[in-house]
């Protein structure tokens, strides 16, 4: 699928999955028992707060209500519950994991530590999500719409790994100039977002759900400045601003007001692959190898009709932000743009992680 007709597919995803949907297949009933959600993160970041609002809805669609109960497993950047996840064969509907982006990613750059295999699981929705970028107060004040005030700064950031969904707003702040330094190892964005309040960083980034549920707060006690977004992708592939942020910039235009830094050329390339990879489709629901495919089709079925809910696109935006979701073939698509990017970007991102991090991958 080309990312043309995958973004003119997002543009229509929920009626879509709403219009094609069929019913749960009689023969399914989940009554009396209990859904294992699974997040390879802590309790405070994105993934927490995007499974926490799909949970009740989809107890409520499942036929038999079945109790649907959220678990952290942070470690190693998500890989320690990816790992597990892989291992989970034979699934009767009960255990599910949820992916981010900063799983997707060490699964695409060859990390070491990846023992999973995305093409053995069954995504039965994926959502896609946008990521804000924000300031403490002293750089606030100074910035312009560009870095060019920042770069005699120094900043510090929470970063998840080297490898994770961080490569996002860490190759984005090296492209503007700007001199970041990383403590590496949180668990979850919501532990980088700890450490901004207590001072520790003075830096920090959130997708969507992070910012709108907890960093929001942050900017309006005056505590933090929005600095920009990633953006969102049109139907032609262009970055065009967040529409849960349309009053942000996103980084392109930050980028072009900054002085060196460059929207064309490897590095732009390689940046926009990894955001598409790692936003558009970042959040994914899977069931493990070997679930029949009616529990399958029940669950997509479940969620669809999730997404024909009157009242889905007010709830979802404020706790979720203002993103396609996708059931069925169109959460297979969106599995498949979230884990395909080209050699070249590959190539490049790996050299930099090697030259800026020490991380060897190839």
């Known amino acids: 699928m080309t990312l043309s007709t995958f973004t003119r597919r997002a543009a229509m995803a929920i009626a879509a999955t709403a219009a094609f949907a069929l019913p749960a297949s009689a023969d399914v009933d989940m009554s009396g028992k209990t859904i294992e959600w699974t997040i390879p993160f802590s309790e405070t970041g994105g993934s927490a707060k995007w499974a926490n609002f799909f949970a009740p809805l989809l107890s409520e669609a499942l036929p038999g209500n079945p109790t649907v109960v959220v678990k952290f497993m942070p470690g190693a950047g998500s890989t320690k519950g990816a790992n597990w996840f892989q291992e989970q064969t034979g699934g009767d509907g009960t255990v599910m994991f949820g992916s981010s982006g900063s799983t997707q990613f060490p699964y ?21 999500t946008g ?8 750089a606030g ?12 700064m120094t900043f510090i950031y929470g970063n998840q790994g080297a490898t994770r969904l961080d ?3 860490a190759l984005a702040w090296k492209m503007l100039g700007m001199n970041v330094e990383h403590v590496l190892g949180i668990k979850g964005r919501g532990d980088g977002r700890k450490m901004f309040e207590s001072g520790e960083a003075t830096i920090d980034y959130q997708t969507s759900s992070g910012y709108l549920k907890g960093s929001a707060q942050l900017v309006e006690a005056g505590k933090a400045v929005p600095m920009m977004t990633w953006g969102s992708i049109d139907a032609a592939g262009n970055i065009v601003r967040d529409p849960t942020f349309p009053d942000m910039p996103t980084f392109k235009e930050v980028c072009e007001a900054t002085d060196g830094c460059e929207t064309s050329g490897d590095q732009w390339d390689a940046w926009k692959a990894f955001f598409v990879a790692g936003f558009p489709s970042q959040k994914i629901a899977f069931l493990p190898a070997g ?8 669950f997509s079925n479940a969620f669809a009709s ?7 696109a007010e709830i979802s935006a404020a706790r979720l932000g203002k993103y396609p979701m996708y059931t069925g073939k169109d959460a297979k698509g969106a599995l498949t743009n979230a884990i395909t990017v080209s050699d070249s970007a590959k190539a490049f991102v790996q050299g930099w992680l090697k030259e800026d991090f020490g991380v060897e991958l190839n």
């Open 291 to 298: 679930t029949d495919q009616e529990i399958i089709d029940t």
């Open 306 to 312: 999730i997404a024909a809910r009157d009242d889905f």
């Open 131 to 138: 990521g804000v970028a924000y300031l403490n107060a002293e």
């Open 141 to 152: 004040a100074k910035f312009d719409g560009s870095a060019n005030n920042l770069k005699d």
């Open 167 to 169: 490569i996002i707003p």
């Open 108 to 128: 695409l750059l060859g990390d070491p530590r990846v023992r999973y295999e995305y093409n053995d699981w069954n995504p039965v929705m994926a959502s896609g």
